[in-house]
């Protein structure tokens, strides 16, 4: 558990100390932030609450930017499959 937690200080770290200041600002954290958001909006309309108050999970490809997230994020928004099979590396391959 805390190497789990000391993970993201070491590697803000270690990528600040590799970039320096300007590149670390101008290219890491606008980098991060888009990945934050990525993530946030897979987990956010890939899970939705259903009567009974269960959850349910869906794939996504239905629209121009889902595929392109898809593809170059090795099928993220097929996020039902990675529920069924959450070792597996590409979730467009599982059903």
Known sequence: L????ANVPAR???????LGPSLFVTFFVPSYLFH???FSHINFV?????????TEVYNLNSN???KIVNFF???VYFHKNHHLNPGYRDPR???
């Open 2 to 5: 805390f190497l789990h937690f």
């Open 12 to 18: 803000l770290v270690v990528w600040f100390l590799l």
């Open 36 to 38: 934050m958001f990525v």
């Open 46 to 54: 890939t899970h939705a609450t259903v009567s009974g108050g269960k």
């Open 64 to 66: 121009p930017y889902y």
């Open 73 to 75: 994020g090795s099928g």
């Open 93 to 95: 391959n599982v059903g």
